[in-house]
């Protein structure tokens, strides 16, 4: 019984990662000016909105791929949020091993890079309890990860 768990827990992992990968290849990848974050925008803060409610970016297309994220993660990714069009965090459910956290994070950054190409991009992996677990760092000029 535990094995047929563990077995459901590594395709879903896979099955995320893989989703991720051929929806962000076959999705826009250009991020126009008016995308680009501004000083004026809107805060939840000191309103009386529900958790649920609150932004997952601060430009349109951040809040798109953060809302996004989340719906395709099949419940692995529990919040996402994109700020500045260079930087995701995303809060990861328990169903996450810790020997997955790692390919989940390579994952979300590549698919990040097709969705915000041309500059160097941050993925931070917070655990259940909102504690930062991985922080990888994409360069564009070696085209290549680097795990802190």
Known sequence: MILLQQGRKILTTAVLILA???TTACSSGNVAQSDRP????PSAIGRNVTYSELERGNTPTGQ??????????????????????NKLGVVISRQVRPNEVRPLAKSLAQGFRKNFPNQDLTVL????????I???????????IQYT
Do not use: C, H
């Open 20 to 22: 991720l990968m051929i």
């Open 38 to 41: 501004t000083t004026t925008t």
């Open 64 to 85: 798109s791929f953060g809302n996004w994220v989340v719906q395709t993660s099949e419940g692995l990714v529990q919040d996402a949020y994109v700020r500045d069009n």
């Open 125 to 132: 992996v917070y655990g259940p309890d909102k504690k930062l």
């Open 134 to 144: 991985l922080k990888a760092n994409y360069d564009v000029q070696t085209n290549q």
